[in-house]
């Protein structure tokens, strides 16, 4: 009896740099059939040579389109990914703008919070985004089943999603992602200055200073879209860490070793507490939830769970055969189940929990 030949899924990779270059190693390594387009068609040609891609071109079939371009371009390719039947998610670190321009129930903004000092796809790597957090901003008209697959494809990667609104996003991506950047980038730009008075001042630059400039390391060009999109969000934090360093040089300037200790010791307490890990499937359950079959519902529901700060690691629309409702069910850490279903039932939605194992 002759097997059933079962075809791989299909996606599209637009942009095959570091970014996408990795996602479609990761696609390839869970069995979808990738075809990748670049600007720069030798990029898309060393893509297919490293085995990011199955294919250079668009796949008009293609089930799903990652658009991993400067945030900049993403807006108009975006655009033209949507003219084919799939669903478009993007990779950009600013969302607002692109969800602003791009009003489609089939999109689904993304940002994978991960990179590498390594330029080109020539530093793609299938684990990029294994423990990394991938952060969704779907809208009231995003498509659920959009959502869900998004969330279910970057979930196979190793990730961990979080569901944010754009402009949330972009505030607070600027705390933790631009302006550390940014500051890595003035910090060894400070020392390769003083680095010409003494020769010896970068071979001294040992472990922490590394760690802390790697990331300067990274492509500059696509920080001037990002600079120039989120401004105004980047500006208030790096008033914020002037006022800080201020107060810091003060504290050090004056002595005052006590106050020195509590704000070094809550630093680390902080940085301690910097959350790690997805808990056992026994750890785990199900937020089942009754909704209105249509836009808007899940996105509501997933980022209500963000809010909450209670990670969402699995994600399952059931539609009703007769329309008008469907269910939700949230795969969520058992610890904070109760508390996304009481926030769920006091916004008008009926909401179980479930043990997962």
């Not at 498509?143 to 949330?168: I, W």
């Not at 060894?188 to 008075?197: H, I, P």
């Not at 802390?212 to 860490?241: E, F, H, K, S």
Request: proline share 5%; net charge negative; with cysteine.
């Amino acid at each position: 009896m002759t097997g059933v030949v079962v075809s791989p899924r299909r996606a599209n990779v637009v942009g095959t740099g570091l970014i996408g270059g990795s996602v479609g190693l990761a696609l390839r390594a869970h069995g979808w059939h990738v075809t990748g387009a670049d600007a720069d068609h030798s990029c898309a040609a060393q893509a297919l040579a490293l085995g990011a891609v199955d294919a250079v071109g668009t796949d008009p079939d293609a089930e799903l389109t990652f658009v991993a371009v400067p945030v900049g371009a993403a807006p108009e390719l975006v655009r033209a990914a949507l003219d084919g039947g799939g669903v478009v998610t993007d990779v950009g670190s600013v969302k607002a703008p692109v969800v602003a321009a791009v009003d489609a129930p089939r999109f689904v903004g993304g940002h994978p919070m991960a990179g590498s000092e390594a330029l080109g796809v020539d530093g793609a790597r299938a684990d990029l985004f294994d423990g990394a957090t991938w952060v969704l901003t779907p809208t009231a008209t995003t498509d659920p089943d959009a959502q869900a697959l998004v969330h279910s494809v970057v979930r196979s990667f190793g990730a961990e999603v979080v569901t944010l609104d754009p402009e949330a996003h972009d505030r607070l991506v600027a705390t933790v992602s631009h302006v550390p950047h940014l500051t890595a980038a003035t910090l060894m730009e400070l020392a390769a200055g003083r680095a010409e008075e003494h020769a010896a001042l970068l071979q001294l630059a040992a472990g922490g200073f590394r760690d802390m400039t790697r990331i300067a390391a990274g492509d500059p060009g696509i920080w001037l879209d990002i600079c120039a999109d989120n401004r105004d969000a980047i500006l208030d934090v790096l008033d914020g860490l002037l006022a800080s360093l201020t107060d810091m040089r003060d504290v050090v300037a004056d002595g005052r070793r006590d106050e020195l200790l509590a704000r070094l010791r809550s630093a680390q307490a902080a940085r301690r507490s910097l959350p790690d890990g997805v808990p056992p499937a026994d750890e785990l359950a199900e937020v089942r939830v009754r909704i209105p079959d249509q836009p808007g519902e899940l996105a509501a529901a997933t980022t209500l769970a963000s809010e909450l700060s209670v990670n969402v690691y699995d994600i399952e629309v059931a539609h009703s055969a007769g329309g008008g409702r469907g269910n939700l069910i949230l795969v969520v850490d058992a610890r904070r189940a109760e508390d996304l279903s009481n926030a769920l039932a006091a916004r008008g939605r009926t909401a179980s929990v479930h043990p997962l194992a």
